[in-house]
Nanobody
């Protein structure tokens, strides 16, 4: 399975961006896609997840600002990021797999990864 992330960029605080994760070599239906991010000098962290069931999950710091969605016809998952803050600055990665619910927050549970896209939010 191959994942390709895109959509990052340099924006100002309060702006919006939409990241895309295109999935190839398998159907998105029933497949879990998560977004992780790695801020400068920090560990990679969970951001949001769209499970194959359709349920979505978010890190507390992005709830109400970020929305993960999927278009199974385009085999693509999106991360709409609104009201961006400088603390959102990071390299964003999409990851694919089929982790059990309790494991969706762990990057170790995902087998396929996109190449990362840089998001920089200036104050």
């Amino acid at each position: 399975v191959q994942l390709q992330a895109s959509g990052g960029g340099l924006v100002q605080a309060g702006d919006s961006l939409r990241l895309s994760c295109a999935v190839s070599d398998r159907s998105l239906s029933g497949y879990t896609i998560a977004w992780f991010r790695q801020p400068p000098g920090k560990e990679r962290e969970f951001v949001a997840c769209s499970r194959g069931t359709g349920r979505t999950y978010y890190q507390d710091s992005v709830k109400g600002r970020f929305t993960i969605s999927r278009d199974n016809t385009k085999n693509t998952v999106y991360l709409q990021m609104n009201s961006l803050k400088p603390d959102d600055t990071a390299v964003y990665y999409c990851a694919g797999g089929n982790p059990i619910l309790s494991a969706i927050y762990s990057s170790d549970m995902y087998r396929s990864w996109g190449q990362g896209t840089q998001v920089t939010v200036s104050s």
